[in-house]
């Protein structure tokens, strides 16, 4: 190492040494100059990094982000002059884990750039592999998703989740939570679906004794139990609109009475609203109150549905089959998944849970094989969903997912090395690296 070198190591391993979480410091070619003990050992399993690229150490990978179709903190941080953020799944000893990364560029006094500065912090609210519970995916849609509820949790702004029936919308609504200052207190759900004025308002703030008939006994509403913690009311485009009204009132002045009281009490909660419905349609028609509206979609998050995320849909299969019971012993064929693969659910992740459920009952042993799946599955001309890659043909594959199945096929039976493999495929050895990071994704 250059003296130059070693000077800007010294001086980055200073700074580094101050920072509790994870850090790192990288020169403009990718190089790490310098890492804090903490990034040694959640990276790299207390082994030395410096000298190494930090696409090696994070990714496993020969190139930079930005040359294998992702997100590099680095270019955007170069380009801006300004600290950046991003969302990554990072390797590490115990394996892949979502990692949030701050990288800030480091100047010189004459201008030139000096370093980068990379702050990493580990987002347990969502496991980037297998997991007991929680949010699970890894695909470009879902981190998207994981982002924004990384940068909302902290704060109290109104989160409106939206997305389609069966997205998952209370699993992120528990993630933001989770990853809020107020994960201590309760997590309180509310489904508004089918709720008449009364029950409403019973469910919503309670009731005195006597306050209606078969009211013996005063009852806390939802509002108290969430006290401190969080208010989730699901399918709030369901509220009838005289409902509305008590409902804005009560985020207006954040306070409430019982049913049949008169004392006021304090409301203190975050709120975080779902629908499947289109909540800017029915304000102009009339149906959702346009100032209730500005005050819960202060920041929407958009859940895709599965057939967005469709790399995630293998990784979502051996999960929730693990989580299904009499499903923990229990694996699927590489046919069961492809047949997973090409189906459009459209009742998402919901559904193939079902699907899953079903399948463990009717499995003969301990592998599901394609005739456990229902029908549609197995039939590439059952249900595709609008946007699920028909191409606008009945049991016709995208290119993308043609080109996984073969690649997964050849992959089974090729018996060469990877060099030999990518030489029959007629591709460079790094793309056929990235291509099987993709499939493994």
């Not at 306050?211 to 699901?234: C, I, M, P, Q, R």
């Not at 009475?257 to 349609?281: K, M, N, Q, S, Y």
């Not at 199945?405 to 090395?417: C, I, K, N, P, S």
Request: hydrophobic content about 40%; glycine content about 10%; some cysteine.
């Amino acid at each position: 190492m250059s003296d130059e070198l070693g000077s800007i190591a010294g001086i980055a391993q200073a700074l580094l040494e101050g920072i509790h979480a994870p850090a790192v410091a990288i020169d403009p070619e990718h190089r790490i100059l310098a890492a804090n003990e903490r990034y040694r050992l959640v990276f790299a399993g207390g082994d030395e990094v410096v000298g190494r690229s930090c696409h090696a150490v994070s990714h496993g990978a020969d190139a930079p982000c930005d040359q294998r179709g992702e997100t590099c903190p680095m270019r955007l941080a170069r380009e801006s002059g300004q600290p950046q953020q991003v969302l990554h799944i990072h390797h590490t000893p115990r394996g892949d884990v979502h990692v949030s990364v701050e990288t800030r560029p480091v100047y010189r006094p004459d201008g030139s750039l000096w370093m980068f500065l990379e702050r990493l912090e580990t987002y347990g609210t969502a496991a980037a592999g297998t997991a007991e519970g929680g949010l699970v995916g890894r695909s470009p849609a879902f981190n998207a998703v994981l982002d924004l509820v990384r940068r909302v949790a902290p704060s109290m702004t109104a989160a409106l989740l939206l997305g389609e029936s069966g997205t998952g919308k209370e699993l992120v609504a528990r993630a933001i939570h989770d990853a809020s200052p107020r994960r201590d207190r309760p997590f309180v759900p509310l489904e508004c679906s089918g709720l008449t004025e009364s029950l409403f308002e019973s469910e919503l703030f309670g009731h005195e004794r006597g306050a209606f008939t078969g009211a013996h006994a005063a009852k806390a509403g939802l509002v108290e139990a969430a006290n401190g913690g969080t208010l989730f009311l699901d399918e709030v485009g369901d509220i009838p609109l005289p409902l509305q009204v008590k409902l804005l009132r009560l985020l207006e002045t954040r306070s409430f009475r019982r049913v049949g009281g008169v004392e006021p009490h304090e409301a203190d909660f975050r709120l975080i609203c779902a629908t499947h419905r289109d909540l800017e349609r029915a304000v102009a028609e009339g149906s959702f109150r346009q100032d209730l509206y500005y005050r819960i979609s202060a920041f929407p998050i958009r859940l895709p549905p599965l057939r967005e995320r469709r790399e995630d849909i293998r990784l979502l299969a051996e999960t929730l089959l693990k989580r299904i019971p009499g499903g923990e012993q229990m694996t699927l064929s590489g046919a069961a998944l492809d047949c997973l693969e090409r189906y459009g659910f459209p009742g998402n992740v919901r559904e193939l849970r079902n699907i899953l459920e079903r399948a463990a009952l009717l499995a003969d042993g301990a592998v599901i094989l394609p005739k456990d799946l229902p029908e549609a599955c197995r039939d590439s001309t059952g249900v595709v969903a609008p946007g699920s890659g028909s191409a606008g043909g009945e049991g016709i594959l995208s290119l993308e997912q043609a080109e996984r199945a073969y690649l997964r096929q050849v992959v089974e039976q090729f018996r060469g090395d990877r060099k030999a493999l990518a030489q029959a495929l007629g591709v460079s050895e790094r793309t056929l690296f990235r291509k099987l990071q993709e499939l493994a994704g």
